[in-house]
């Protein structure tokens, strides 16, 4: 086992040591008042105090989220009183809304004995229930759908619906989602829709930026097409290719292997010129390329 600095055995005790002094401070300035029976002039009482509950604590960080964070007396001082009794208000509240919705699953399942019978109104009542009526739990709602038709599956009860979703382009179109699920409701009152008027405008403006780039590339390929050779070969669309071809070569000549020497891009064919594909071109060095030009082709017609 390794000593770290200050001779502490692991790095969870050094921690505790250091959350230690923290507490001695806090507890000499004031922000941490020990309750009366604990409290005692001695430093190393107060140390111990603080030890024991701070070796309660998980050993690495997470202190403030600890339950053991509670114990500790600073929760308790009197400038937390207002915060502390509006906490507790929400605890009550809390613990009131969950018994609340407790009794709401009662009321829901307490509904086939009401209904008897009457199958129309069970009907009605179970989709009100799970699309319109949120609050009524949806586990609640399919168990009394099967209490209520016990030959159909739940599923089957309950219909699907559609809900009407405003479009987030026009904000005044509006469009219908179907829902299956209860969750879908929640899904689609955030998720981003667009009307059919405002989506046949996007995908119209989208055809027609389409055909205008569709356009322009035919223009610029017929303008490489049939401006003089040499302008062709300034043009940045050459510079790309030419850049290309050498980048598969190597940086050398495809003949000879030659590299440290100034290369050239060679044209296999014109067909294609503008548009050129990667078989159209090979990289030959300077000598290469003359001896082709002076022969027709390379090695001096022999081979
Ligand atoms: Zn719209
Ligand atoms: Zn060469
Ligand atoms: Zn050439």
Same mark, same amino acid.
């Given at each position: 086992m390794s000593v770290l600095r200050n001779?502490?055995?692991?790095a969870s005790e050094a921690t505790r040591a250091g959350l230690c002094g923290i507490m001695e401070v806090l507890i000499e300035y004031g922000f941490v008042s020990l309750d009366a029976t604990n409290i005692s002039g001695d430093p190393t009482t107060r140390k111990l105090e603080a030890s024991y509950r701070m070796t309660t =604590? /998980?050993?690495?960080?997470e202190n403030c989220n600890? /339950?053991?964070?509670?114990? =500790?007396h600073i929760a308790n001082h009197p400038v937390l009183s207002e915060v502390n009794a509006t906490c507790a208000k929400i605890r009550q509240l809390e613990r009131e809304l969950m018994r609340t919705r407790a009794q709401l699953e009662k009321d829901v399942l307490a509904l086939p004995a009401k209904v008897g019978p009457n199958t129309e109104l069970g009907q009605e009542l179970v989709n009100y229930l799970y699309?319109?009526? $949120? %609050?009524? /739990?949806a586990s609640a709602v399919r168990q009394i759908a099967r209490a209520l038709?016990?030959?159909?599956t739940s599923s089957a009860v309950l219909k699907k619906t559609c809900m009407t979703v405003p479009c %987030?382009?026009?904000?005044n179109g509006t469009t219908q989602v179907e829902l299956t699920i209860r969750s879908d409701i929640a899904n689609h009152r955030w998720s981003k829709l667009t009307c059919d008027e405002c989506r046949a405008k996007r995908d119209d403006a989208f055809r027609k930026r389409y055909q205008l780039e569709q356009e322009r590339r035919a223009q610029r390929l017929n303008e490489l097409r049939t401006m003089p050779y040499c302008e062709y070969l300034q043009t940045p669309e050459w510079a790309e290719r030419r850049k290309r071809a050498m980048k598969r070569a190597g940086?050398?000549?495809?003949?000879?292997?030659?590299?440290g020497v100034q290369l050239n891009t060679h044209h296999?064919?014109? $067909?294609?010129?503008?548009?050129?594909?990667?078989?159209?071109l090979i990289t030959l060095c300077r000598a290469c390329h003359e001896i082709f030009h002076a022969n027709g082709q390379l090695a001096g017609g022999q081979g």
């Open positions: 001779g502490y055995k692991s =604590l /998980p050993p690495h960080g600890s /339950p053991d964070f509670a114990s =500790l699309w319109f009526n $949120e %609050d009524a /739990p038709f016990p030959s159909k %987030d382009t026009c904000q940086y050398r000549c495809q003949v000879c292997n030659a590299y296999r064919t014109y $067909e294609r010129r503008g548009n050129e594909r990667d078989g159209d």
